[in-house]
């Protein structure tokens, strides 16, 4: 079945980076389009960004650009999101999802908390 796993979260100070991973199985990873999202305490479910297929297009949100970068490696079947220049608001649980036919498929999410 359909399975995301996100990993890398942790508490970082203001300007640091963090690096997400989400590894997936189940599913052609190489032809997906991913896409991450987060929650804050308190908040709706907010876009972050989504690529295509390898070669394809990636899309941010204005919050993060510049700031954020997604990547895929195909041969690991992993999504990441390497993050820079963290703020206080970045703060949230960082979920990647996928779209496969007409359902959404998340993961557990990963905790990023920025914090002096």
């Known amino acids: 079945q359909v399975q995301l796993v996100e990993s890398g979260g942790g508490m970082v100070q203001p300007g640091g980076s963090l690096r997400l991973s989400c590894v997936a199985s189940g599913f052609t990873f190489s032809s997906a389009t991913m896409s991450w999202f987060r929650q804050a305490p308190g908040k709706e479910r907010e876009w972050v960004g989504t690529?295509?297929?390898?070669?394809?297009?990636?899309n941010y949100a204005d919050s993060v650009k510049g700031r954020f970068t997604i990547s895929r490696s195909s041969a690991k079947s992993t999504l990441y999101l390497q993050m820079n220049s963290l703020k206080p608001e970045d703060t949230a649980v960082y979920y990647c999802?996928?779209?496969?036919?007409?359902?959404?498929?998340w993961g557990q999410g990963t905790q990023v908390t920025v914090s002096s």
């Open positions: 999802k996928v779209w496969l036919g007409s359902l959404d498929y």
């Open positions: 690529t295509t297929r390898p070669g394809g297009t990636t």
